[in-house]
């Protein structure tokens, strides 16, 4: 099965609304980045964790190890946070599995 | 942060023939990797490199080649391209110790015919 779960799938919001993604792992991540593939496929670094929180602007990202996941919350949707998000758990030495992406739409 | 170039950009091969894929980064990073991504699919992990002149295995080798001549440059090799090799390819580096965050390329989007 997959190693890295991601939920949802698919995502609509309204703009200003706020929203939470979630990363599962069945893997015993050490670390965990946080992407965002915009519509031109280039892919956005937003966090990169150690068990924890942090947070930048509009974006909080928490890390539980211990229970194996993480979160991407998103405060106040811009039409520019519109694209696809994806986790990625390092598992070995830098080695990422990624997970199968959110792709968000921010709607007017 | 992390300057990492990829050249092409795009390439259409026909199936059977050579693609050599090419990575550079300028920040002295001893890591680098190299990742596919299918058409609604997170990335997968095919090689990476942690010094000069020697490749690991990652997650999905079978069919390519990898090769690092420099601490600078990492090319990703198809000797015999095939139909199901068409995707997007992304390069990242990461530094040794400080901080395992890997950055990434623009990616090259590889399409065999």
């Known amino acids: 099965g997959d190693k890295v779960k991601q939920s949802p799938s698919a995502l609509s919001l309204q703009e200003g609304t706020n929203s939470a993604l979630r990363c599962n792992f069945s893997i015993a991540a050490t670390t965990v980045q946080w992407f965002l593939q915009n519509p031109r496929g280039s892919l956005i670094n937003l966090f990169y964790l150690v068990p924890g929180t942090k947070e930048n602007g509009r974006l909080k990202s928490a890390f539980d190890s211990k229970e194996s996941y993480s979160t991407l919350h998103i405060r106040d949707a811009q039409l520019e946070d519109s694209g696809t998000y994806f986790c990625?758990?390092?598992?070995?030495?830098?080695?990422?599995?990624f997970g199968q992406g959110t792709k968000l739409s921010i709607k007017p | 942060e992390a300057a990492v170039t990829q050249s092409p950009r795009s390439k259409v091969a026909v199936t059977g023939g050579k693609v050599t894929l090419s990575c550079h980064q300028t920040?002295?990073?001893?890591?680098m990797y190299w990742y596919r991504q299918d058409t609604g699919h997170g990335l997968r992990l095919i090689h990476y490199?942690?010094?000069?002149?020697?490749?690991e295995k990652g997650d999905i080798p079978d069919g390519y080649k990898a090769s690092r001549p420099s601490q600078e440059n990492f090319s990703l090799i198809l000797e015999l391209a095939s139909l199901s090799q068409t995707a997007v390819y992304f390069c990242?580096?990461?530094?040794?110790?400080?901080?395992?965050?890997?950055?990434f390329g623009p990616g090259t989007r590889l399409t065999v015919l």
């Open positions: 920040n002295n990073h001893d890591y």
């Open positions: 490199s942690y010094v000069a002149d020697s490749t």
């Open positions: 990625a758990a390092d598992y070995n030495q830098g080695k990422l599995i």
């Open positions: 990242a580096s990461r530094n040794w110790g400080t901080s395992y965050e890997q950055y």
